[in-house]
């Protein structure tokens, strides 16, 4: 099966997703929006399946720094270019299997989706 993890290595976030992917001995491989980049292409895969809402993260530092005009204004087209300028603003992790794309980590989403994949 191919898994893809898709994040910023030094996010707590996507530790714990590897962690429990390692646990569970599922092969991955990890892709760093910094190191490796993000490109429309990739972000618009995402948002097949994903809304934007979901995949911008509106917690983080990034969102905070952004000006009222923008957040008050944000929109999908808005949104992707945000993500693609600042990619510490797509929510962490997404995970893709082959046949599911998941925004955030929670083990028991990721239980129920490798049990359903065996």
């Not at 993890?5 to 996507?14: A, E, F, H, P």
């Not at 190191?35 to 995949?55: C, H, P, V, Y």
């Amino acid at each position: 099966m191919s898994v893809k993890l898709y994040g910023i290595k030094n996010c707590d976030t996507i530790k714990k997703a590897k962690k429990w992917l390692e646990q569970q001995n599922i092969e991955y491989k990890f892709h760093d929006y910094r190191s490796d980049g993000i490109d429309r292409d990739l972000l618009n895969g995402f948002l097949q399946t994903q809304a934007w809402d979901l995949l911008l993260n509106k917690r983080g530092t990034t969102w905070r720094q952004q000006s009222d005009e923008i957040k008050n204004n944000i929109d999908q087209k808005s949104a992707i270019d945000l993500m693609l300028e600042h990619p510490a603003m797509i929510k962490r992790p997404v995970l893709v299997t082959p046949t599911t794309v998941l925004v955030g980590f929670k083990a028991d989403q990721y239980r129920d989706i490798f049990s359903a994949e065996k």
